[in-house]
Nanobody, 115 residues
């Protein structure tokens, strides 16, 4: 199982930006798909963005055009650049890795968008 550690969450005003990071315990070029999911209070966890080991990306409609998922093979790290944040983006953001048929999750990082 891949160990994942997220960081970069915090409090930001509407319209602001944050960059989340997810450090992986193994070389990420061996991981089939990595992604960011989020869970708002009282709601189910939902997909925000994913990226494959071929660098194909996929975004939820709610974040398309505002969020950018990327990865650094050299640093074994997944990123989520979040721009033009809205209050509805408030959630705990989780990193996920799918490798060798096994899904691994990080512990989550809180993002609060509020004035």
């Amino acid at each position: 199982q891949v160990q994942l550690v997220e960081s970069g969450g915090g409090l930001v005003q509407p319209g602001g930006s944050l960059r989340l990071s997810c450090a992986a315990s193994e070389r990420i070029f061996t991981i089939t798909t990595m992604g960011w999911y989020r869970q708002a209070p009282g709601k189910q966890r939902e997909l925000a963005a994913t990226i494959t080991n071929g660098d194909t990306t996929n975004y939820a409609d709610s974040v398309k055009g505002r969020f950018i998922i990327s990865r650094s093979i050299a640093k074994n790290t997944l990123y989520l650049q979040m721009n033009n944040l809205k209050p509805e983006d408030t959630a705990v953001y989780y990193c996920k890795a799918e490798a060798r048929g096994i899904a691994s999750w990080g512990q989550g990082t809180q993002v609060v968008v509020s004035s």
